[in-house]
Antibody, heavy 120, light 111 residues
Framework: QVHLVQSGAEVKKPGASVKVSCKAS????????IHWVRQAPGQGLELMGWIDSSSGATNYAHSFQGRVTMTRDTSISTAYMELSRLKSDDTAVYYC?????????????WGQGTMVTVFS | DSVMTQTPLSLSVTPGQPASISCKSSRSLLHSDGTTYLYWYLQKPGQSPQLLIY???NRFSGVPDRFSGSGSGTDFTLKISRVEAEDVGVYYCMQSIEPWTFGQGTKLEIK
């Protein structure tokens, strides 16, 4: 079974950083990109960027450039998303998702989401 | 950037009746490789989103055939031929021509 399992909920103060992990299982981790999508409370979906799990190459959405860093550790099939200089409006559920582009395309597997609360 | 505009933002449907959601892009989603990268996702209450339709009209594995997608260029539609109770949630269209963007979502509820 293919899974993405994310780390647990976080509570952070404004100005701090948060690092969310996304552990893959059941497939060849380096064969796919991992994308990060966030959802503020009661709001829609917002793409933050992605990482090529094989090369480590990244592409960040304009609104997150300078504050987000996506990395991966292929030895443990885990991707990470770190967001710095947190603000209250970064309070959201953060999802990782596997992007497929072979035979079919799209986000076929999603993590369960990680709630990040920024609270002073 | 492609702005994705969904209509309606909410709809209430009687089980067994059809439903339709429109998604309009501010620019053509036809990629230079000939593929139109338009997707539909459903986020059921309390769950992560799930892929329904990829590349405009292809149902993802396991998606019931009551779901269908159509459209081209800038105008796209998701149709549910006969709504069931399990179809409740928020439907999002998404395009993947850089920069990737989601529609604002359409909430489907059952009457």
């Amino acid at each position: 079974q293919v899974h993405l399992v994310q780390s647990g909920a976080e509570v952070k103060k404004p100005g701090a950083s948060v690092k969310v992990s996304c552990k893959a299982s059941g497939y060849a981790f380096t064969g796919y990109y991992i994308h990060w999508v966030r959802q503020a409370p009661g709001q829609g979906l917002e793409l933050m960027g992605w990482i090529d799990s094989s090369s480590g190459a990244t592409n960040y959405a304009h609104s997150f450039q300078g504050r987000v860093t996506m990395t991966r550790d292929t030895s443990i099939s885990t991707a990470y998303m770190e967001l710095s200089r947190l603000k209250s409006d970064d309070t959201a559920v953060y999802y990782c998702a596997r992007y497929v582009n072979s035979g079919y395309s799209g986000y076929d597997i999603w993590g369960q989401g990680t709630m990040v609360t920024v609270f002073s | 950037d492609s702005v994705m505009t969904q209509t309606p933002l909410s709809l209430s449907v009687t089980p067994g009746q059809p439903a339709s959601i429109s998604c309009k892009s501010s620019r053509s989603l036809l990629h230079s490789d000939g593929t139109t990268y338009l997707y539909w996702y459903l986020q059921k209450p309390g769950q992560s989103p799930q892929l329904l339709i990829y590349e405009v009209s292809n149902r993802f594995s396991g998606v019931p055939d009551r779901f269908s997608g159509s459209g081209s260029g800038t105008d796209f539609t998701l149709k549910i031929s006969r709504v069931e109770a399990e179809d409740v949630g928020v439907y999002y269209c998404m395009q993947s021509i850089e920069p990737w963007t989601f529609g604002q979502g359409t909430k489907l509820e059952i009457k």
